[in-house]
């Protein structure tokens, strides 16, 4: 399955864990998309002639969808991966300790936020990743890449 890299915005802050991204389940998102909030591009500068030698783009954090609408996601920096245990050994001793499937905490931590930026759920009254913020996620694109040309196969039969 192909996959593309697509880009949004962070629109909201919610606290020093979640967010709000202009990117949904009609843009291809899903509850295993993991968002990649971008940083300013680094200027790499030869320190002895002085030469800018090019640039380096910089991820502040990781975030991953917790909740996918239409239109937009919530997004947290702490999740939970399963995986299957495909080493000989790590079967071995699941025989013993259980099922063949591992769990993992991914926490990538509290973001670094201007506090002014924050706004919590109405419920909520808490407080530099900010708005506007450009993230980058991967999705699939064979499903839409194939209702297109289902689509166009239909006008070309009628």
């Known amino acids: 399955m192909a996959t593309q890299k697509i880009k949004g915005k962070i629109i909201r802050i919610i606290d020093k864990r979640t967010v709000v991204i202009n990117l949904g389940g009609e843009n291809g998102i899903n509850n295993n998309s993991v968002f990649y909030i ?15 030698l090019g640039t380096v783009n910089v991820t502040k954090t990781r975030v991953k969808a917790s909740q996918v609408f239409e239109k937009f996601t919530i997004a947290t920096t702490t999740w939970t991966v399963t995986s299957y245990r495909s080493s000989v050994l790590s079967l071995l001793s699941a025989g013993v300790a259980g099922s063949g499937y591992e769990t993992k905490e991914v926490d990538e931590g509290e973001l670094n936020v201007n506090s002014k930026e924050l706004q919590p759920w109405k419920a909520r009254s808490e407080t530099p990743v900010k708005i506007g913020d450009e993230v980058e996620v991967t999705v699939e694109v064979q499903e839409q890449q194939e209702m297109q040309a289902n689509s166009t196969e239909e006008i070309e039969q009628n």
Request: hydrophobic letters at 25%.
């Open 38 to 52: 971008l940083g300013e591009p680094e200027e790499i500068q030869d320190p002895f002639t002085n030469e800018i």
